[in-house]
């Protein structure tokens, strides 16, 4: 079943988000709103009418662009979700079919109050298009790496696209080291709206209250999300394989590598755009194209179906001054 979802976003950056009503499937939970295709139509051409007939509303079926296509699994029924972002419409959203509404800022949406599908909507609206990573350090580094880091997070007031997402993952060092750098810069962080997530290490990141990037071994031994819905969890995947290990967790996005050669890995064998679409467009989850990338390939990685770029060698303009 082919369901489109309109992820409308206002003038003050709130999204719309509608009730399901008593004595539907997930009755109580929240969803974006929308509804079935029916034959012949395109997505924009079912959501301008959905969006009408539930809430009064005129959409150009231009006006709409795309934001993460989402397979789920509900019992027996087979549903491909298909988002799109909607700034622009005619009308004051209404509710005419009984259905209770309410506009609220992506950052105090609550996922667990959202119908398991609408949950990757969700993460794709709030996550960023680039997710930095920082590359090997020696640990004598630190101090070099703290000024930098707090310089890539001040960033963030006057850059509106600026870096919102980055991985601290440094193998050199202890990770008491690690977890010290992250608690220095938490304040910041969170001042600027930058979210950090630790590499592989489950226990700081819940001690600390951060998000956390699973390794693929890591996939295969858990047998349930490691953080609350409160906390990032991402997952580094290289496979079909791992992408489903990654959704069985419960992971809120995945990295997929290499999709280009890499110096880093010079003897894997890259994915390619085209594999690395079809695998992101089977996923439930975002996806960031990793693996010989930068901030350039942006466009190219959101033209092939994935949340962006993540990227090490090619996110740091030079080494750090000693």
């Known amino acids: 079943m082919h369901v489109v979802a309109a992820v409308m976003i206002d003038a003050a950056g709130r999204v719309l988000l509608a009730q399901r009503p008593p004595g539907k499937h997930l009755a109580g939970l929240w969803e974006f709103p929308g509804g079935k295709l029916e034959p012949g ?29 989402v397979p789920w699994r509900y019992g027996e029924r087979d549903l491909l979700l298909d988002a799109w972002s909607v700034r622009q419409w005619r009308g004051e959203p209404a509710s005419l079919e009984g ?22 909507i969700l993460q794709a609206l709030r996550l960023p298009a680039c997710y930095a990573i920082t590359p090997d350090a020696a640990a004598a580094e630190i101090d070099a790496w703290t000024v930098r880091l707090e310089a890539l997070i001040e960033r963030r007031a006057g850059e509106p696209d600026g870096p919102r997402l980055c991985q601290l993952r440094f193998p050199a060092w202890p990770v008491e080291t690690v977890r010290r750098l992250a608690a220095r810069l938490l304040p910041l962080a969170r001042q600027r709206q930058v979210q950090l997530v630790l590499n592989a290490d489950i226990d700081g990141a ?16 858990l047998d349930a999300r490691p953080l609350p819905l409160s906390q990032l969890v991402g997952a580094s995947c290289h496979d079909e394989r791992e992408l489903r ?71 740091w303009d030079s080494e750090p001054a000693a």
């Open 206 to 221: 819940r001690e600390l209250g951060l998000g956390v990037q699973l390794k693929a071994a890591q996939l295969a031994q």
């Open 245 to 315: 290990l990654a959704e069985r967790l419960g992971a809120d996005f995945a990295t997929l590598s290499p999709v280009l050669p890499t110096a880093s890995h010079p003897g894997a064998s890259p994915l390619g755009w085209a594999h690395f679409q079809a695998l992101a467009e089977a996923a439930a989850l975002p996806v960031y194209a990793l693996g010989g990338l930068s901030p350039m390939l942006e466009a190219a990685a959101r033209a092939a179906s994935g949340q962006g770029v993540a990227g090490i060698r090619g996110f």
């Open 99 to 120: 259905q209770a509404l309410r506009w609220l800022a992506p950052a105090d949406i609550d996922p667990q109050g959202l119908t398991p599908a609408d949950r990757p």
């Open 41 to 69: 139509e395109s997505p924009a051409q079912a959501m301008a009418r959905e969006l009408h007939e539930e809430l009064g509303i005129e959409l150009d079926p231009a006006v709409p662009s795309p934001l993460i296509r």
